[in-house]
Every structure is written in C-alpha cells, then in structure tokens.
C-alpha cells in the first residue's frame, strides 16, 4: 500500500449540495495532487498542492476548490454539485514537485455518487 | 493541451498469450510513465522511461520508449490472472504541475 489515505471511501450527494473529501499524504511527502476519474476513463487532473498553496491547476471550474495543511495533509472541497461530478476522485502524493519527474503514490480514492 | 492516445481501448486474451499496448503524443516526451488500475482499484505506478530507445523489463513486463521519444509500449508475455486491469501510460505536463493520463487500455485475461 501506498501509504495515501482517503476519506470517506463512499458518499452519496444530491444536486447543489457541497462536500469536502479528505486525503493524507505519505509520510515524507510534501506534494499532493487531486484527480477526478469517471466511470471508464483516466484520471483528470484537477490540482496540485505544495506548500499549501495551489501550485497548477486542470480545468476544473472554481466550484472545485482545495486546501493543503502545515502536516501536507488536503481537503478537496466542491460547491454546488452537479450530476457529472459522480466519479472517483483520487488524491495522490509525491515528494518533488509535480513534472520533476517524480511518480505519485494514489490513496484508494472517494467514490463521490451525486443525485 | 497535450494528450496522448492509447490503442487498442480494450483486449481480451487466452492466459497464456501475449498483450501489448501502444501509446502515443503528437509533440516530444521528456519522459513517461506506466500506471496499472486493477478493477475497483486505484492507479498503481509501475515504471518511468526517460532516454530514448529506452527498454525496461519488469518480470514479464517489457516496456519501451521510441526513438523520437513521441511514443511507447508496453509488453505483457505470457499473460496471467493477475495481469487483468486497465494500463495508462502517462506524461507530465511541463508547466501546468500536472501527470496527464493516456485514455488506457482494458485488459481482459480469460482462464
């Protein structure tokens, strides 16, 4: 296992309602990253935390918004939810800046269902 | 934006038999990444390639950056159980901080 936690792994949301998923990075990591995935798909990136400062950004509208803690710990929170936000999101962490060629570590992900 | 395209999308094998996956970027690579999902699961890294011509090998798995760095490959010999999941290669996207995943491939192994 990577070392990545996620929380909660499942939830069930309804139409303009809000959620914050939780994630904690791997122990010496200080880079984490957020990614959406829908159903038979890859991963899409959405953002990247270092230093708690967003530090690159997908395109994601600002109703997905992000926050990283002094123990590099994140929070992915989305505001008024809409039904093609049901997918997996994943967060992964890694020590180097994202694009220094480093490889990210993935939690198990949060299976977000919206209605 | 960048993006990378991955063939076939889906491929279903006897165990025992071989599998390959390609992918491929319209501008050069400065490297690139192999990740495995298994179903249900979450992507798992498996290599980095880097030089050009680079070939790597995990136990039955060989992977392989092309000459002009624009594509790459991934080799399973002798395909087991095991070996089912979706494969994404993926790239870094430079400035934008962000691993931009190739569209991946299925792989169904039938016992």
């Known amino acids: 296992e990577t070392g990545v936690t996620q929380s909660p792994t499942h939830l069930i949301k309804t139409r303009g309602q809000q959620v914050t998923l939780r994630c904690s990075s791997q122990?010496?990591?200080?880079?984490v990253s957020w990614y959406q995935q829908a159903l038979g798909q890859g991963p899409q990136f959405i953002f990247q935390y270092y230093r708690e400062e967003e530090n690159g950004r997908g395109n994601f509208p600002p109703r997905f918004s992000g926050l990283q803690f002094p123990n590099y710990s994140s929070e992915l929170n989305v505001n008024a939810l809409e039904l093609d936000d049901s997918a997996l999101y994943l967060c992964?962490?890694?020590?180097?800046?994202?694009?220094?060629?480093?490889?990210?570590?993935f939690g198990e992900g949060s299976r977000l269902t919206v209605l | 934006g960048q993006q990378v395209m991955q063939i076939p999308q889906y491929q279903h094998v006897q165990e025992g038999e071989d599998f390959t996956t390609y992918c491929n970027s319209s501008t050069t690579l400065s490297n690139i990444q192999w990740y495995k999902q298994r179903p249900g699961g979450h992507p798992v890294f498996l290599i980095q390639?880097?030089?050009?011509?680079e070939v790597k090998k995990q136990k039955r798995l060989t992977f392989q950056f092309g000459e002009a760095k624009k594509n790459s490959s991934l080799h399973i010999t002798a395909t087991q159980t095991t070996d089912v999941g979706t494969y994404f290669c993926a790239v870094w996207g430079g400035a934008t901080n962000k691993l931009i995943f190739g569209t991946g491939t299925l792989l169904a192994v039938q016992p």
């Open positions: 390639l880097v030089k050009s011509g």
């Open positions: 122990s010496g990591h200080n880079t």
């Open positions: 992964a962490s890694s020590f180097k800046l994202a694009g220094a060629t480093g490889e990210l570590f």
